[in-house]
């Protein structure tokens, strides 16, 4: 089989960059793409518009596809089978939603796939993506005929939340087993490493624990009967695992067994942090004391320090979280550093960024408004009721600052924390060490409404000088402050104030 891959040169705000350079799940997506097609392929073609199929030999069959597109390998894997049982040109397809016919569409498709996509569209009752397969001879892409393929996608969530974040209180996501999504925003990056990366890595092994119950005995069906021995055998390792006095101390639970968290080479664990899978971590890793980590890819050469937690996240290779690091549903490109008591949640971080300390990035917009991001320069809804943001390459970040849902920080940017009211620029004056009030046996203090001296035990009398020249003297800059009333100007929209 040839592989013809299409071309897209689109950049993706804030990494400026095209989608095949993105890490997804740790490597670059064309890298990916290749290792997926591996199996199948023996030579490559590059193109910039898919009328050229039609000027190539044909002498083999060929897939053709465009290098932005993201699946796994349970989606190629039954795509290539079923179109080549068919033995006609095919085109990848998947059910869209007719209230008309009452034809329920593909879940995953449409509640993620399809957002802010030009590239997965609509024609007729389906919904159509520029992956093809073409049988050895076929030239013309306008004989391919849809081939519907079911994601297998069900609703999970991670955890219960209160009802006015979510509908009926569950923060939920449509998880596809066969993933499949088109990469043209940072949203679409975010979900394929989380949604339908780590956590659809983790949906296939929840469907595979719910086969070959005992209770349903008498409805097994083949499938039932296939899986019940690795099951058993999974069980009996785990609980080995979990008794024996020469294991790590760290497998103390069924979900840290060897079946489900993997671990690279010469990594130095420490007894007391929980890592529960399906997890894989790479080679040369160091994990600190009290480190969480739950349902994550961990790439190599990575230094995780003591209290921090990761959750249903990506952390690339030479990253380095320093202690109280917190990742939850977060994407982390190579070399970048999150430092410690930031906390980010559904966010994406491109590569050599630094992230400073006491940042928060938050995920929920508190008017209870939908939450948009800039896509294609205009500002649109996303159907997601918590989302955080996307930083660019090559970022420096100082520390302090909050970052509202939805927002992007572009590459090549520093920031620094300049904010007169919250920052000690100099030396603070203080007072004499000597001076004790004989009432409460306590030192008497210089008191600052910073920036200003409210009161100094030198000078008590309101109305007094405190010195000729102030204790503190801040810059001239001056922030930009709301006056008046306060109150923003009318122009600023309500999803920009929250």
Known sequence: MERIILRDPKLI????????????????????????????????????????????????????????????????????????????????????????????????????????????????????????????GVKDLTQAQPLVIDTLSHEMGYYRIPSYMAHKGDLTYQIPIRAFISIESWLHVLMANILMGVFSWAAALDVRMSKARLKNLPKWTAEDWRLFPGKIAFALKAFWEKINPLEEQWRNHFLASRALVKVGKRCSIDPTAIIHGPTVIG?????????????????????????????????????????????????????????????????????????GANNVFTDFNLQGEPIKIIHDGVPMEVNMP??????????????????YPGRMIESNAVIIFNNEMNLIRKTVSGHNLNDVDEATGEPRRIIYHWPNVYYDPAHPNPGSPTDSEPPVQMSTFRSSQPTGNGRLPEHISASQRS
């Open 386 to 403: 918590v989302l955080g943001s996307a930083v660019g390459h090559n970022v420096k970040l100082g520390s302090g600052f909050v970052v």
């Open 13 to 136: 705000p804030p990494f400026a960059e095209p989608a095949r350079e993105l890490r997804i799940l740790n490597k670059p997506l064309w890298l990916l793409q290749r290792d997926l097609l591996k199996a199948y392929s023996k030579s490559t073609v590059e193109i910039d518009r898919l009328a050229e199929v039609s000027e190539l030999p044909a002498h083999d069959e060929r897939i053709v596809y465009r290098d932005n597109l993201f699946f796994n390998a349970e989606l190629i894997d039954t795509f290539i089978h079923e179109a080549r049982k068919r033995g006609t040109a095919a085109q990848i397809a998947f059910k869209a939603s007719n209230p008309a016919t009452g034809q329920k569409g593909d879940p995953s498709i449409e509640r993620h796939a399809t957002q802010l996509s030009r590239h997965i569209r609509r024609v007729g009752d389906y919904y159509v993506a520029d992956l093809y397969y073409l049988p050895a």
């Open 283 to 355: 080679d040369d890793v160091y994990i600190g004391p009290g480190v969480v980590i739950a349902n994550s890819y961990i790439g190599n050469n990575v230094n995780i320090m003591q209290g921090s937690q990761i959750m249903l996240s990506v952390v690339s290779d030479r990253c380095f979280l320093p202690f109280n690091a917190g990742l939850f549903m977060t994407v982390l490109m190579e070399n970048s550093m999150v430092a410690q008591n930031s906390t980010l949640q559904l966010c994406v971080v491109g590569r050599n960024t630094f992230i």
